[in-house]
């Protein structure tokens, strides 16, 4: 072989190196495929029909996400939907959020208290009864060793008159066997107010479901966790309203399919003048003063719930 030849094919073969060092560089970012199977039927092997290959590119989903062996950091994986969607609702939150007492304490007695008080009764009106409250019987055993007709009077002006029987017979409870595991144990505690309770009080994750929360998670589609429970509470007593949505203000419009839409009213409640439940309230204001009412039928009413005690003709609280 003469000399040029000799250099010639020196320098092809430093080339080919090259070339396969590319290849192999080029090879470590392309993450391994299995080895084709024949068709099922075929021969197989060197006999059986080829497999058809896809493209390169089809053969990973755009949105994996992988790493090449010379990259430093981890990729960045794109967010889910719904954790896109809570720190959006959670952003608005910090900014938005009402400034309400019951939030500043993790005391299991005073939660209890609001979320009875609020199961019927507007906030406005709660805010200084809960605090009223709160002064008059400042620990659940204190409550628990009051006349039970004290508790009623107490009471007084906030409607559905049970709540305040029910809320003294569960501090009773308390205050003699602890809190149970399973707060629906509790006289006229239900699985709201159980959730509500257990999250804000004992930092259970668990989500209490009321209107509001299940008007968002119906219109969003979305199923949040016990961390937006209270952003729920506001996002639905301002922005997600029942009957017109003020979409533009609210924080989850942007993937929100139900935005722009409006809704039928509901239901609603019968009215309160004229009505039965007006003797009732007028009968126990009159019991609480000291005074007889004449209206049996509502003294009947009061007594089957256990709000007054008829005794030889007189209607009077329970001790």
Known sequence: ????????????????????????????????????????????????????RSPRHASRPAHVCTRCS?????PACPPSTLALVKDALLAWFHANGRDLPWRKTRDP????????????????????????????????????????????????????????LNLHRAAQHVAEHGWPDDLTALPGVGPYTAGAVANFAFGHDVLPIDTNVRRIQERTGERFDGACTQALFDLGATICLARIPRCDGCPLAARCPSRGRRYEPLRKQSRFEGSFRQRRAAALRAV?????????????ALARDGLVVLADGFASLPA
């Open 1 to 52: 072989m003469t000399e040029g030849a000799v250099g010639l094919a020196a320098e092809e073969a430093v080339a080919g190196v090259r070339r396969i060092a590319v290849a192999t560089r080029g090879a470590a970012c392309v993450p391994r495929r299995p080895p084709m199977r024949a068709p099922t039927g075929s021969a197989g092997g060197r006999g059986g029909q080829r497999e058809r």
């Open 70 to 74: 010379h990259d430093d950091a981890p």
């Open 109 to 164: 007695y005073a939660i209890l208290v609001s979320e009875v008080m609020l199961q019927q009764t507007q906030v406005e009106r709660v805010i200084p009864r809960w605090h009223a409250w709160l002064a008059k019987w400042p620990t659940i055993e204190a409550l628990a060793a009051a006349p039970a007709g004290e508790v009623i009077v107490e009471w007084q002006g906030l409607g559905y008159n049970r709540r305040a």
């Open 288 to 300: 609480a003063a000291g005074e007889q009412p004449d209206d049996g039928d509502a003294l009947v």
